[in-house]
């Protein structure tokens, strides 16, 4: 009986399937534990599109919301004797199916010890353009029509206090979507910081005919086993 139950629960459709975000909490970047570097790519996966880069910190100030890194993009670095400090915009092309709902989700946070003038994160879901797009144009894409949030998280207090973010995103005719992150606020090198990133494929929640067709298939086995029970005595 238990296998019985087990085969109609597996049967049933999946509603969501794993996270389509490579390195969406940052922990595949090499920054040692009380550090911070700036990337201009972390592996291939997230790309800078415009600014400094993508700061990635270690326990730097505060703690991340997954594992133990994660991004701040009012990035800062020091060539020679000449400190940079830009608002960034970084971005990560995700393999997408037309017309198929995704659940968009982030954590973001204001940085410790800021003015609620130096935070501000926007983000965009770009669906129209094919893969291998140029940062120009992908740049070009993340405009108010595909702006999926506008965060002011206000001022920063001693701790971290993270919130999560998420939208339903659908996938374009390309075969191709850009998840693009971009600072805003102050250029002064404290921003609103980001983790645990998500893109999770939702499956059409089952019509309820879907679950009649289950019970029946339920009460025809038991109906079955039940009779060779009887006719075992």
Do not use: C
């Not at 094919?130 to 702006?147: F, L, V």
């Not at 939208?167 to 850009?178: D, F, I, Q, R």
């Amino acid at each position: 009986m238990r296998n019985i139950l087990i085969a109609l629960l597996l049967s049933a459709p999946a509603l969501a399937q794993a996270n389509l975000v490579t390195n969406g909490s940052f922990e595949d970047s090499a920054v040692a534990a009380g550090s911070w570097s700036v990337f201009q790519s972390i592996n291939g996966t997230w790309s800078t599109l415009a600014g400094t880069g993508i700061e990635v910190q270690n326990g730097v100030a505060g703690l991340a919301s997954d594992g133990t890194k994660f991004v701040e993009l009012d990035s800062h670095t020091n060539t020679g004797s000449t400190s940079t400090n830009t608002n960034s915009t970084m971005a990560q092309s995700i393999g997408t199916t037309n017309g198929q709902n995704y659940n968009l989700s982030f954590d973001y946070a204001a940085r410790l010890n800021t003015s609620a003038a130096t935070n501000g994160l926007q983000a965009f879901w770009v669906n129209t353009l094919s893969a291998g797009a140029t940062a120009a144009n992908i740049i070009a894409a993340a405009a108010p029509g595909s702006m999926i949030a506008n965060l002011s998280p206000g001022a920063g207090g001693s701790s971290n206090v993270w919130h999560t973010f998420s939208a339903n995103v659908l996938g374009g005719t390309t075969g191709t979507s850009y998840l693009v992150f971009k600072a805003t606020g102050t250029a002064d090198t404290y921003g609103t910081y980001l983790d645990n990133v998500r893109v999770d494929s939702v499956a059409p929640v089952p019509e309820p005919e879907t679950y009649a067709l289950m019970g029946i298939g339920l009460v025809g086995l038991l109906a079955a086993r039940r009779r060779k029970l009887l006719h075992t005595h």
